[in-house]
C-alpha cells in the first residue's frame, strides 16, 4: 500500500506572497486576493499584462517531482486544447518555481497560471444541462489524461475513491456530530454493498481525483447556456478507478440540484457518449457518488474546529441533504 503524501497546510500572508511571486517568477504584482484552498495558499493577482491565478504550497524534496509532475500533466492538457489554464513558467524556465529562504530542503512551490475570467461551479446556479456538459468535458479530458505518465510514486490521500471506505472510518472516530456520524456509517453500509462487490473489476487510470464544483469554472456562451470554461486543481491526481471522474463530478453537481437524480443522470449520459461504463462502472457509480458525498462532510466535519474551519463548512454545505436523497434511490 502506498504511504500517503504529507498533508501540510501553507498560510501566506498577501504581503510575503507577493516578494515570494517576485524572487520565484520576476512579476510584479499587486492586489493579491486570497481564494481559498484545503492545503495550499491561493490568490488572484493583478499584474501588469493581467490577472494570474498564483498557487503556493510547502514543497521538499520528498514532495518536489509529485509536484513538478503534477503541473507537466495539466500544462500537456492545455497544449491539447482541454479548458485547463496555461501555466507561466518560473525564472529558471520551469513549471513551478521554488523558493528557499535559508533552507535548502524545504520552501515554498509557486504555481502561476493565466486567470480565466469564469466563476466556480459552486456559485452559479446550475441545471441538469449543465451536467451534460461536465459529463463530456470530463470523459475528454479523461482520454488524453489517461494516456499521461504515472506519477513518479504510488500516490494516495483522504480523497481517493478507491479507499473512501477506509478514509471514511478514520475520520469518523474525529466526529462527534451525531447526524455526519450517521451519515459515514450508512455509507460504509453503501460501500460494502454496491461498492465492494466490484471494486476488483473497476477500471483503473490517471484519473483528475477531485472534479467537484470549486475545481470547474463556468461562464455563459453566446446562446446562455453554461458551459465548463476552467479545469483546475491537479493536486489529487493520481491512478484510480476511472468511474471517480464523473461519479464525482455528478456527486457535487447534486448538491445544487433540486433534482439530484437529474444530475448525476446527466452527467453519465454524457459520460458514456465518448466513454461508455462498464457493467461494473454502472453498477457502482451512484454508490461511488453517494460515498463521496459523505467523506466530504464527514471529513470537513472531522477538520471544521481547526486552522482552516471556515473552509472546511463552506466546502461541506449541502452534502448530508444530497447524499440522503441519492442514497435513497440506489
Known sequence: MPTPIPQQTLTVPAETAAATLHRTHGISATAFTPLGSELASTF???TGSGRIAVKMQRTDRGVAPIQDWRAGVAERLSELGHPVPETVRARDGGLIGRDHPGDA?????V??????DASPCSRTTPDAALGAEIGRAAARLQRDL???DAPPEPIEH?????SAAAALERHLALVDDPRVRDTGAAALALHSERIAPVAAGLPRTLVHQDLHDDNLLVARAADGTLRVAAIIDFDDMLVGWRVAEPAIAAAYLARRLADPLAGLSSVAEAWEAEIPFTDAERTAYAAIAAVRLALNAVVWGSRSSGERGSYAIARSGGSLDAFDRVAASI
Open 146 to 148: 489517461g494516456a499521461m
Open 44 to 46: 488572484r493577482a493583478e
Open 105 to 109: 530542503d524545504h520552501g515554498v512551490a
Open 111 to 116: 504555481l502561476v497560471t493565466r486567470w480565466i
Open 158 to 162: 483522504d480523497w481517493a475513491a478507491h
